[in-house]
């Protein structure tokens, strides 16, 4: 069965400590995996597509990384406005997406 | 730059009353999705439109029937709602279904 797994649920973190978020998969046939981040009492907003493993995408203080069984999102030097829910979802052979969760991100000041 | 557009932003509805959530997306995108989120649990689709003139079946379209009037505009209709609806719900367009995907703000709905 396809699943997508986001963990932490939660994270707090301190103005400038950096750390990453974890998007583990199983799917048939991977097409693609895509991160969103939303705000509250938004959409989802697209920021990344990964392909193939290895591969890496760069936004910001934002990186994105790729392996045959887990997604990173790596934040460097957060700051406040970086806080948001951050979401991961896989696109299946039959190309539907599957999405995880997601993790919450506080950032305090 | 409107994106995608959702109307109401919010409803409260009386178990068995029916009503349309509407979506309209000015990109000019062929493929549309109805979702819902529910607290801890990650989106679920409910009925896509891979291009316009047909619509498929998501992972929960049960209570649920869509309609793509038109390349911009794609309706979810709940005929008779029940307190398990109670959600929020999403549309989304793509250019096709393999590119990233474009959300409105979604319908916050409480079914009483």
């Known amino acids: 069965e396809d699943q997508v797994t986001q963990s932490p649920e939660a994270l707090r973190l301190q103005e400038g400590e950096s750390s990453s978020l974890n998007c583990s998969y199983t799917?048939?046939?991977?097409?693609?995996l895509f991160w969103y981040r939303q705000d509250p009492g938004k959409g989802p907003e697209f920021l990344f597509t990964?392909?193939?493993?290895?591969e890496e995408k760069e936004k910001e203080r934002l990186k994105a990384t790729l392996t045959k069984k887990e997604s990173f999102l790596h934040i460097t030097a957060p700051k406040p406005e970086d806080s948001a829910t951050y979401l991961c979802a896989v696109q299946s052979s039959n190309y539907q997406l599957i999405w995880g969760a997601g993790t919450k991100l506080i950032i305090k000041p | 730059n409107a994106g995608v557009t959702q109307t109401p932003k919010f409803q409260v509805l009386k178990t068995g009353q029916s009503m349309t959530l509407q979506c309209a997306q000015d990109m000019n995108h062929n493929s549309m999705y109805w979702y819902r989120q529910d607290p801890g649990m990650g989106l679920r689709l409910i009925y896509y439109s891979a291009s316009e003139g047909t619509t498929d079946k998501g992972e929960v379209p049960n209570g649920y029937n869509v309609s793509r009037l038109n390349k911009r505009e794609f309706s979810l209709r709940l005929e008779s709602a029940a307190p398990s609806q109670t959600s929020v719900y999403f549309c989304a367009s793509s250019g096709v279904v393999n590119q990233p995907q474009h959300f409105g703000d979604g319908t916050r709905l409480s079914i009483l």
């Open positions: 799917v048939s046939g991977l097409r693609g």
């Open positions: 990964l392909y193939s493993a290895g």
